[in-house]
């Protein structure tokens, strides 16, 4: 369109001024050197504020001395001085009035429409597609250098990532049916194979696993190839899937997404694949992300790496001895940060392969303070002496190691070997250990302690805590070792816990001394509630004090505040507790009812789960069906 040369031809006038509120369009059809097109000439407060030129291709309008695109309906919010709206949030023809019925028809019959704002709407949707279609072939020529995956890579995926075969077994008789995943082939033996038992099959003498508890195996696994691209480097990232069966060993590679980088470059254009569980052939490529696909830890392909790391300047940073040790590590974050951080490269050729990973993995652009920035040599990086970076490297220790060893050094404390293994083991962080630490002093008494309780040793530290600090406010001497070191922490902590919470319990009593008298007061209107048969009785609450013990036992908010109380003491709801008549004792179920319609609003056992739902839900489904023909209670019915 020849918006220029239209712009000079003088603009439609308006004639009659219907209304001052509004903005009036009068249209016309321009035509110049053999164009033609459709002009609105829109006016408000009688004054032309802008001209709008529409054909078959195009559409602008020239406002406030200068062209825009925006469509006609954002354009008159523009004249009356209102910000632009964006298409999802206004309807089409509500900004401005047409002139006359035959303005609107002109603009409507020449544009081929029904009106402007579907004329507009068509005609991006006619741009986007055009758009897109440029842009897929450019991506599809970026795509189309790119190689393919080498047969060496396949078999560093059957021998390194996915080692060894399976033989699928079943008892027979005295013996052992098995079909072996190496050879495809079946047969029985006499012995009785276990679970995992590493035996050679005996029909091709491979060694392999069996496995008596599945028919098919599978595992996933992301790995990462790179790859030389004419004047480029690639990064693809794949789900490599292995499926182990009787059809034997499976091997599938689908890819995730790519990076293209410029060389020299450590970055480039990163591009995700559209469709799911697709390999290298089916795949399409976009550059935009809706399925949420990264780049992640991932296995590296190490056999042409001296090839291709020189294509970032990458020769020397050390990835190609951590691929070849096998380590899952996050190869795009490794590529972009490795020249801003080149002290990985000291850390890899100095055995420290876990640590690298680990800083690798778990942190961004941010620099840890495990390590000195400005260390000459890897005493001052690690901020250790000689004799603990030859424990960490023994141990090829990691990031929770490190931290242990330097506390070690700082507090001029020593922690034993099996201790720091121990602590490696059960992933025990020197953060959450800390607030002990502090009063307890040493890391092999913690440990030695830890290993004798019985619960796991992160929850064990949260129960210590927590017991101290109760102890403390018992007024117990907790720097006596009998009071520091309980033989059976957890029986102690749930003691001083049920002290604490009747004290509490007592006090909060006292506040819901009112709500508990109204609640009372009702208890023969929910007398009909009351149901036992053979196996389950359901007893409704009586009394504060009981709500609370329910949601202390079950562990669930019915007796945390006086929420349900109040519901209770006002007539809406109530509570009833469904038991097992085997141990009346013991809370099993909390089931709330609306006191007007008779029905289950929620029921909820320990930690708000529902063990047996199907049975529980069948049996208060039939509860409630017979509380509809009762008023009296429902004894001894059989449900």
């Known amino acids: 369109m020849k918006r220029a040369k239209f712009l000079k031809i003088p603009p439609c006038t308006l004639s009659d001024v219907k209304s001052e509120k509004e903005v009036i369009a ?56 209102l910000p632009v709206e964006k298409e999802a949030y206004y309807w089409s023809n509500k900004e401005f009035i047409w002139n006359t019925k035959e303005d609107k028809q002109r603009v409507t019959d020449f544009l081929d429409s029904c009106d402007v704002d579907d004329y507009e709407t068509n005609l991006s949707e006619i741009k986007r597609a055009r758009a897109n279609k440029r842009k897929s072939e450019r991506i599809e020529k970026e795509m189309s250098d790119v190689p393919c995956v080498t047969e060496d890579m396949e078999r560093w995926l059957d021998e390194k990532v996915f080692p060894g075969h399976i033989l699928f077994s079943k008892r027979e008789g005295k013996g052992t049916a098995y079909i072996c995943t190496a050879c495809k082939r079946s047969g029985s033996v006499k012995e009785k194979w276990k679970h995992k038992e590493i035996v050679h099959c005996p029909k091709c003498n491979q060694v392999a696993s069996v496995n008596n508890r599945q028919k098919q195996k599978v595992e996933h696994v992301p790995v990462v190839i790179l790859q030389k691209c004419n004047n480029r480097w690639v990064e693809r990232q794949f789900k490599a899937v292995c499926r182990w069966s009787k059809e034997g060993k499976v091997i599938e590679l689908f890819e995730q997404c790519r990076a293209i980088i410029p060389m020299g470059k450590t970055y480039g254009k990163v591009y995700y694949g559209t469709i799911n569980n697709a390999d290298e052939f089916e795949q399409d490529f976009w550059d935009k992300n809706p399925a949420g696909k990264r780049f992640s830890p991932s296995y590296l392909y190490p056999g042409n ?64 303070s495990i390590h000195s920035a400005k260390a000459r040599n890897l005493k001052e990086l690690l901020m250790v002496d000689g004799n603990r970076v030859n424990r960490m490297k023994q141990i ?14 700082k507090q001029g404390i020593k922690i034993s070997k099996e201790s720091l293994e121990w602590l490696s083991k059960k992933k025990m962080t020197l953060s959450e250990c800390k607030e002990i630490l502090n009063d307890l002093g040493s890391v092999n008494k913690m440990v030695n302690y830890l290993k004798k309780q019985k619960i796991a040793p992160s929850k064990v530290i949260t129960t210590w805590r927590d017991y101290l600090r109760m102890a403390l406010l018992e007024g117990y001497d907790t720097r006596d070792s009998i009071v520091r070191f309980p033989k059976d922490l957890k029986l102690r902590h749930d003691q001083l816990a049920e002290r604490r919470n009747e004290k509490e319990n007592k006090e909060r009593l006292n506040k819901y001394a009112e709500i508990d008298k109204q609640i009372q007061e009702r208890l023969p209107e929910v007398r009909r509630y009351f149901y036992e048969d053979d196996t389950y009785m359901i007893i409704p609450a009586g009394k504060c004090k009981e709500l609370m013990k329910e949601g202390r036992e079950l ?85």
């Open 26 to 81: 009068k249209s016309r059809i321009l035509e110049v050197g053999g164009e033609k097109a459709a002009e609105i000439s829109l006016y408000y407060k009688n004054q032309l504020k802008a001209r709008y030129f529409a054909d078959e291709e195009n559409h602008y309008a020239w406002i406030n001395d200068k062209w825009t695109t925006c469509r006609l309906d954002n354009v008159a919010r523009m004249c009356k001085n």
């Open 305 to 368: 790496l001296k090839e291709v790391l020189p294509c970032g300047n990458l020769e020397r940073s050390g990835m190609d001895i951590l691929a070849d040790k096998g380590k899952k590590f996050y190869v795009n974050r490794y590529i972009m940060c490795f020249h801003a951080r080149r002290y990985w490269e000291y850390l890899v050729k100095s055995g420290l392969y876990e640590l690298v990973t680990e800083l690798c993995n778990g942190y961004w652009w941010g620099e840890l």
């Open 396 to 409: 090829d220790g990691g990031v929770n190691e490190l931290e242990w060893l330097q506390y070690e050094q």
């Open 555 to 639: 562990h669930h908010c019915v007796g945390a505040s006086d929420f349900y109380m109040k519901k209770m003491a006002a007539g809406e709801t109530w509570i009833l507790f469904l038991r097992k008549k085997e141990d009346l004792e013991k809370a099993y179920y909390t089931v709330e009812i609306n006191l007007k319609t008779d029905k289950i609003i929620q029921f909820y056992s320990e930690f708000d789960r529902q063990p047996d739902k199907k049975v529980i839900g069948k049996l208060l489904n039939k509860y409630t069906k017979r509380l509809k023909t009762m008023k009296e209670p429902i004894m001894a019915a059989a449900v």
